[in-house]
C-alpha cells in the first residue's frame, strides 16, 4: 500500500492480513476516528489509487465495512455511516453480556491454567505501560479479554466477540492512544482493575466479578465515548474553519 499514507491501524498486526483486510483495517479506523466523515462517498477507484491496490481488495474492504455497518453500498459507491454513540453503549452492553456468561461456565471449570495466562498477559500490559506504548497494551488488553472467552471453548459466544472484535479493537486503539498521552497515571487504575478480574475469576466470587466488570466496562465505555464525541466536535470544528 503507498508509502505516502499516514496509517492509524498498526502495521506489525497486519503481518498475516490479506490486501483487502489491510485496507479494511485502515479504514475501519479512519471512519471511527471522524477522518473520514459521516455522509462521505467512497470511491472503488480513488480508494485503489490511495491505498496503491487494485480495486478486488477494495471491494472486499467495503463488503467487511458494510457488514460492520459502518458504510453503505450504492451504486454511486460507499456513503459511510459511522457510528453513533448508542451504538458505541451498545457494543459494550453486548460484551458486558458475553463476559458475565462467561464467567458462569467458568465457575464450573478448573481455572487454574487461565489465571496463569491471565497473569503473563497482565505482566505484558505493564510492560507496554512503562514504555508508553498505547498499541501494545491495547493488543494485550483485547487478548487478556479474549483469552478469557475462548477458555470456556463456546463456538457460538466466540463468534459474536469475533464480529464484534474489529470496531471494538479500533474504538480501545484510539481511546488508549489518547489516554496515555493525557492520563498517563490513570493506567495505574485500569492494572488494578484487571487484576481484581483475575482474582474473581480464581476465587470464582461472583460479587466480585460484577465488581470488576462494572469496574472494566464503565470506565471504559466512558473514555471511548469520551473520545468519540471530542473528535467528532473536532470534525466539525474544522468544517466550520473551512466555510
Not at 466480585?208 to 464525541?229: A, G, P, R, T, Y
Amino acid at each position: 500500500m503507498s508509502e505516502s499514507i499516514d496509517f492509524l491501524y498498526p502495521t506489525k498486526w497486519l503481518s498475516k492480513a490479506s490486501t483487502g483486510e489491510r485496507v479494511a483495517c485502515e479504514l475501519r479506523m479512519r471512519i471511527i476516528s471522524g477522518i473520514v466523515e459521516s455522509g462521505a462517498i467512497l470511491s472503488e477507484n480513488k480508494l485503489a489509487a490511495d491505498f496503491s491496490v487494485s480495486r478486488s481488495p477494495v471491494r472486499e474492504a467495503l463488503k467487511t465495512l458494510a457488514s460492520e455497518n459502518l458504510i453503505r453500498l450504492e451504486r454511486m459507491g460507499a456513503v459511510v455511516i459511522g457510528l453513533t454513540e448508542k451504538e458505541i453503549k451498545e457494543i459494550y452492553d453486548v460484551r458486558l453480556l458475553i463476559e458475565t456468561f462467561v464467567f458462569e461456565r467458568l465457575v464450573k471449570m478448573d481455572v487454574q491454567e487461565l489465571v496463569k495466562e491471565l497473569s503473563k498477559i497482565l505482566e505484558m500490559m505493564k510492560v507496554a505501560i512503562k514504555y508508553k506504548d498505547a498499541d501494545e497494551f491495547s493488543y494485550q488488553d483485547i487478548m487478556f479479554h479474549e483469552t478469557i472467552i475462548r477458555s470456556i471453548h463456546h463456538s457460538y459466544i466466540l463468534m459474536i466477540w469475533d464480529n464484534l472484535k474489529p470496531v471494538m479493537e479500533s474504538l480501545i486503539l484510539l481511546s488508549m492512544r489518547a489516554r496515555i498521552k493525557e492520563k498517563y497515571d490513570d493506567f495505574t487504575r485500569i492494572i488494578n482493575n484487571h487484576e481484581l478480574y483475575i482474582e474473581a475469576i480464581r476465587t470464582k466470587d461472583r460479587a466480585l466479578m460484577i465488581e470488576s466488570l462494572h469496574k472494566n466496562f464503565d470506565d471504559v465505555q466512558e473514555k471511548v465515548e469520551d473520545l468519540w464525541m471530542s473528535q467528532q466536535m473536532l470534525t466539525k470544528g474544522v468544517e466550520q474553519q473551512d466555510d
